[in-house]
């Protein structure tokens, strides 16, 4: 291996990082609810680019954080979930060359499950999360760097299942970084965009809160850099090898082989080494599962970036982008590295007119609205029943009693044949839009606010429109619904089910409730249908709420045996004194509802033809609502 040049070396920098080490059971104080732990030793651990140590002393370590109480004791370096908070840290001190802390646990469900698995030696190990200021490079052991951390800030401490083995160098390291492996001589680099070990953007978050701080160079004024002999001044550096590899996902054997080479030798291998991995057969299940797969890398992104808009948790593979804005997303998309005094008008102007960065946006929006659009249940899904179509064509459905009766069988054992008949009300998908852009100005900024303001209107919007439609079909024909195949409204005198005007009371509602009963099938079978939702406008919500309400009576007149019995769906869209009894719409359906089953529900898609500066995205709902039987509901015009 060609000798290495002092400049060339590779320099880690300031990323949250974690190491393991051991409870001390034996300390466990069940009144204070409390363990001590050796939180650090400093052992060499080796890391993907070198070897890394931890400096042991009151001048190396930062506890600003814990002395004031701010390091909590957490599930696995779960940084992003409330639950995932097991206690606090305390008294952390250095006592014979180790860092040692106090863990009490909290007074919540998992603070109690972790104690008592602690209690009874289940767990044993736990993992401190810190943040390295100062690196010096102490020695070379295997032809690789030993980088020691001389200062340092402890961030928090977790809870771990995996046994600590200080002799195999066993860890648990954040989102983002590679597994310590023995067995990997190699030290493999990681993913360019999985890892991100890049420097942070003017905009970005670099709080190191949120756990996945992207990386930064450290201080050169505080590393050791010697002048380069003049002979040299033209082969390239370490730092420049390894932005070529990060950017072709290429590993330390091939950092390795281009020492002392140029630039234009490295470029030039990289190239080649680009060729033959894509001429590559590729491993299917791998990329399946993986941010190697292009789809599954866009669909952590836009998690990340919507779970941020709304302030909720990510999926595991989003974790390590939910520090990165919305410029940083653009340049990942094209396979560029976060820099300093980088130009984000300049990289978000260019991602949009690539493939993915536009479809990151469309499933942010997307991931928003299905949030806020699942939320809600408006009242017409109460009273009507889904069923989603396969296509746009008309699809017919079957009235209750379509299927014949059941006769005897006879003493030969022959059985008669009865047809069902064909269902005679039909119902088509129909397709509704609307536009909204998003501005190349709203993306700079990093406006994820008005993302969310975007996604939950359009979501509110959607509903509002479904809601419409399902009363404006229901209360077709000045209150008696849309007609049907046998040339009658929905609720008519000739189906049964259209009654004398009565206001909400015992005697109207009994009434009611046994005209729900005596409906028949085709072939005249009683149905005995149950009434369970009464449906009325804002006009009789108050009567209505009085009159289901129980309420045990004093004499025997004032009994009222409706009291409790049936579900009270109040809608705006009915405005007059009318109310409607339903039977349970998914036993006995008078209007159904539903989207197209590839689409269930409202979708974001880019207009790709649109002139605005920015994305422009189309709020595309495919949908139908129609009439299905008149067998289980009834109404009255009301009084």
């Known amino acids: 291996m060609p000798k290495k040049i002092e400049e060339q070396r590779f320099e880690p920098g300031n990323q949250q990082l974690s190491r393991s080490a051991d409870l001390t059971p034996s300390t466990y104080d069940e009144n204070a609810r409390s363990v001590v732990a050796v939180l650090s030793t400093g052992s060499r651990v080796r890391r993907w680019w070198d070897f890394e140590e931890l400096e042991i002393s009151d001048s190396a370590i930062d506890l600003t954080r814990a002395d004031s109480g701010q390091v909590k004791l957490l599930d696995h370096h779960n940084q992003y979930e409330r639950n995932a908070v097991l206690g606090a840290v305390s008294n952390v001190r250095i006592e014979g060359g180790q860092l040692v802390g106090l863990l009490t646990f909290a007074d919540s469900d998992v603070g109690r499950d972790a104690e008592g698995q602690v209690k009874r030696g289940e767990l044993s190990s736990v993992s401190i999360g810190y943040k390295v200021d100062n690196w010096e490079r102490t020695g070379v052991e295997d032809e690789r760097d030993i980088w020691t951390a001389r200062k340092w800030e402890l961030l928090e401490v977790s809870l771990v299942s995996v046994p600590a083995d200080p002799a195999a160098n066993i860890r648990s390291l954040p989102k983002g970084e590679i597994s310590e492996n023995p067995n990997n001589e190699d030290g493999n680099m990681p993913n360019p965009v999985d890892t991100q070990r890049t420097k942070p953007s003017d905009n970005q978050d670099n709080s190191t809160n949120g756990g996945d701080t992207p990386a930064s160079e450290p201080d050169q004024h505080n590393q050791p850099v010697n002048d380069p002999a003049p002979e040299q001044r033209s082969v390239a550096s370490t730092e420049q090898i390894c932005d070529v590899a990060e950017r072709s996902c290429?590993?330390?054997?091939?950092?390795?082989?281009?020492?002392?080479?140029?630039?234009?030798?490295?470029?030039?291998?990289?190239?080649?080494?680009?060729?033959?991995?894509?001429?590559a057969p590729v491993n299917?299940?791998?990329?399946?599962?993986?941010?190697?797969?292009?789809e599954n890398m866009r669909a952590a992104m836009s998690d990340a970036l919507a779970s941020r808009a709304m302030g909720a948790q990510p999926s595991e593979q989003s974790r390590q982008f939910m520090s990165?804005?919305?410029?940083?997303?653009?340049?990942?998309?094209?396979?560029?590295?976060?820099?300093?005094?980088r130009n984000d008008i300049d990289v978000v102007q260019r991602a949009l007119s690539t493939g993915d960065f536009p479809l990151i946006l469309e499933g942010v929006n997307n991931q928003i609205m299905r949030a806020e659009y699942d939320r809600h249940m408006p009242t017409y899904r109460e009273i009507m029943r889904r069923r989603d179509l396969p296509d746009f064509r008309a699809s017919?459905?079957?009235?209750?009693?379509?299927?014949?009766?059941?006769?005897?069988?006879?003493?030969?054992?022959?059985?008669?044949?009865?047809?069902?008949?064909?269902?005679?009300?039909?119902?088509?998908?129909?397709?509704?839009?609307?536009?909204?852009?998003?501005?190349?100005?709203?993306?700079v900024n990093d406006n994820l606010g008005a993302f969310a303001d975007i996604g939950r209107r359009a979501a509110l919007a959607v509903l509002l429109f479904e809601n419409g439609l399902g009363y404006k079909t229901l209360l077709s024909n000045g209150g008696k619904g849309p007609k049907l195949s046998d040339g009658k409204e929905l609720f008519h005198a000739g189906h049964n089910n259209l009654l004398a005007v009565a206001p909400i009371g015992v005697d109207g509602m009994s009434v009611a409730r046994k005209a729900l009963r005596g409906q028949q099938s085709l072939d005249g079978q009683r149905l005995n249908i149950p009434a369970k939702k009464l449906v009325v406008g804002p006009e009789l919500e108050t009567v209505a709420e009085m009159f289901l309400t129980k309420v045990t009576p004093t004499r025997q007149e004032d009994y009222n045996p409706f009291g409790g019995k049936f579900d009270l769906v109040v809608e705006g869209e009915i405005e007059d004194d009318s109310w409607r009894l339903f039977a349970d719409p998914n036993v006995n359906d008078v209007l159904i509802y539903g989207y197209l089953q590839q689409n269930p529900g409202p979708i974001f898609m880019r207009n790709h033809s649109s002139p605005v500066d920015g994305v422009e995205l189309v709020v595309v709902l495919d949908f139908y609502v129609s009439a299905s039987d008149y067998r289980g509901a009834v109404m009255n015009p009301g009084a």
């Open 250 to 279: 290429l590993d330390m054997a091939f950092i390795r082989s281009m020492d002392g080479k140029s630039m234009d030798e490295v470029n030039a291998a990289a190239l080649a080494a680009l060729q033959k991995r894509t001429s």
């Open 396 to 443: 017919h459905s079957y009235s209750l009693g379509d299927f014949p009766v059941l006769k005897e069988v006879t003493e030969k054992g022959e059985i008669d044949f009865g047809g069902i008949s064909e269902g005679k009300e039909s119902a088509k998908l129909q397709t509704f839009g609307r536009r909204v852009s998003i501005t190349r100005q709203m993306l």
């Open 284 to 294: 299917s299940t791998h990329n399946d599962s993986t941010l190697d797969n292009p």
């Open 324 to 341: 990165y804005s919305i410029a940083d997303v653009a340049a990942a998309s094209m396979g560029e590295r976060a820099q300093f005094g």
